[in-house]
Each structure stands twice: as structure tokens, then as C-alpha cells.
């Protein structure tokens, strides 16, 4: 059974992508950092699979061995949790489907709606592997996700990712233009395209491709502009694992400071306790 309010939540996400403005939607890693996100103003809040993985001392994306990284029912019991507590609507990190073959990622499509996930993320790129699915292959992977969500008439938000840009070939722009239009007519309702960092390259991507954007911002750089880049036609920007990786260099800070120093400054900037007991009573009583 999917999580309460699972699909009107869904319809409420599918119509921020086919109506304007733009949106920002950054990326929380358990149920405290997304209502924190969510108290803050967003209008959705994704998942990370970096900071899930993280979270429990994992590796992600670039695992070296799968025994390392998140596995699938371990990744959806988070996610579940992430959705459960949420007000808003929450887009997953599916990652690649978790597993090659279109029926997998059916299958994982299936999981996400009843885990009552808004919407979702589907890669292009092998999990052990640096290359990219055949596009063949990728395509019918997101017209297989297409028919898992119709099935179950849901209003599931379906993104297709591609990481062309990360490869940093020199005919990366087209390729990328060319295999997003494929998705989009696949059955993607928006497509991802981690790696782009610049206005003039997301204006040619929002001219190009026929349908909403996904920007990821702090990937490689903090530099940039939400704002400019809706301004420039994307539709969503989400960040990622930044804030979760941010989180985690901060712990480092304070530990070293706490370490090497003996001080606390590092504490100062603490969220008070009775703020933080508000917020999470208020969850657990919606």
C-alpha cells in the first residue's frame, strides 16, 4: 500500500512541471533533514542516494564493489521514511532502476508509487560501470517505467537522467539534446542532466529539448544562481548530495576543531532543541 497521501501528492508535482514558474528542490537523506527542508519554504524535497549512503557508511555512485553501496530494499526503506514524513512531495534517487533490464526498472517504478514517492529518478549510466546504457536500452528501460506507472494510473513523476555531461566528451551537447528528446518521447515527464554548470549551455538545453529540465547545483562548483537559472528556463533545480556532503565536512570541522583545540565553537550555530522538538511534534501530528 503506498504512503498516505502518496498520489495527490504525485498530481501536485506533475502539474509544478507542466505549469511555470521554476523550482527549487533540494535533496534530504532521512526524515529530520527533510522536514527541516521542507519548513524552510520548498515546494518539494528530493532524495539523495549519496546521502542515504553515506548516512550508513556506504559508498554511491562510484562504488567499487557492490557489497560497498546501498541495496535496493535498504535504499527504499529510507526513502519510505523520507516520504512518510514529508508534507511535501518527494522525488527518489532510483539511481540506475536497480538492475539493467527494463522489467527491473518496472519493477522499481512499482516500489517508488507505493512507497508513496511523487516521482523519480532513472539513470542512463551502468552502476559498476563508467559507461552508459546503450541508448536502445535506455530508452526502452524509461517506456517500460512509462507502462509500470500507467498500470497503476498514477500521476508518478518520471525523470529520466542522463549523465552524457560527466563523460566531458566534445560532442556531449548533442548527444545529450538527442537522447533527452528520446526519453521525452519514451514516456519522461522531465529529464536530468547532471554536469551543466552554465547560463549559455541551459539556455541551448532549454530551446533543444522538449520538455522540463532537472539542473543539479553544487555538483562540482558552489558557484551559480538558482534564480538565474529558472530565469533561464529550467524547471527544477535540485542539489544532490551537497547539503548531506556539506553535513558531513561540517562534522569533520567540528571534529577536528573539538579534537585539536579543545573548543566548542563549532556549537553556536546549533538548531535549539525546543525548536527542533516543535517542528518534529508538529510532523507527528499531521
Known amino acids: 500500500m503506498a504512503a498516505s497521501g502518496g498520489e495527490t501528492k504525485a498530481k501536485t508535482f506533475l502539474a509544478m512541471h507542466r505549469q511555470g514558474p521554476g523550482f527549487i528542490m533540494p535533496n534530504a537523506w532521512d526524515s529530520g533533514s527533510a522536514l527541516i527542508l521542507a519548513a524552510a519554504g520548498f515546494k518539494a524535497i528530493g532524495t539523495t542516494s549519496a546521502g542515504i549512503a553515506f548516512s550508513l557508511g556506504k559508498q554511491d555512485?562510484?562504488?567499487?564493489?557492490?557489497a560497498f553501496g546501498v541495496a535496493r530494499d535498504e535504499m527504499f526503506a529510507r526513502m519510505r521514511e523520507i516520504a512518510e514524513a514529508s508534507p511535501l512531495p518527494v522525488n527518489g534517487d532510483l539511481e540506475a532502476g536497480f538492475g539493467d533490464s527494463p522489467e527491473a526498472v518496472a519493477e522499481t517504478i512499482t516500489m517508488a508509487i507505493e512507497a508513496g514517492?511523487?516521482?523519480g529518478n532513472i539513470e542512463d549510466k551502468k552502476p559498476l560501470e563508467p559507461v552508459l546504457y546503450d541508448e536502445t536500452l535506455a530508452v526502452e528501460r524509461i517506456a517500460a517505467a512509462r507502462t509500470a506507472i500507467a498500470r497503476r494510473n498514477s500521476a508518478f513523476v518520471l525523470t529520466a537522467r542522463t549523465d552524457i555531461f560527466q563523460r566531458g566528451t566534445p560532442d556531449a551537447l548533442d548527444l545529450a539534446v538527442a537522447r533527452a528528446n528520446r526519453f521525452i518521447e519514451a514516456g519522461a515527464d522531465c529529464v536530468f542532466l547532471p554536469g551543466v554548470a552554465d547560463i549559455a549551455t541551459m539556455k541551448?538545453?532549454?530551446r533543444e529539448i522538449a520538455g522540463p529540465i532537472n539542473i543539479v547545483a553544487g555538483l562540482t562548483s558552489n558557484e551559480g544562481n538558482a534564480f538565474d537559472m529558472i530565469e533561464a528556463g529550467i524547471r527544477r533545480i535540485s542539489l544532490g548530495g551537497s547539503i548531506a556532503r556539506s553535513t558531513l565536512g561540517f562534522i569533520r570541522q567540528c571534529a577536528r576543531e573539538l579534537h585539536e583545540h579543545g573548543t566548542f565553537d563549532f556549537a553556536a550555530g546549533q538548531m535549539p532543541?525546543?525548536?527542533l522538538n516543535a517542528l518534529f511534534a508538529a510532523a507527528r501530528k499531521r
Open 273 to 275: 532543541q525546543p525548536e
Open 61 to 66: 555512485y562510484q562504488v567499487s564493489d557492490a
Open 204 to 206: 541551448i538545453l532549454v
Open 117 to 119: 514517492l511523487a516521482g
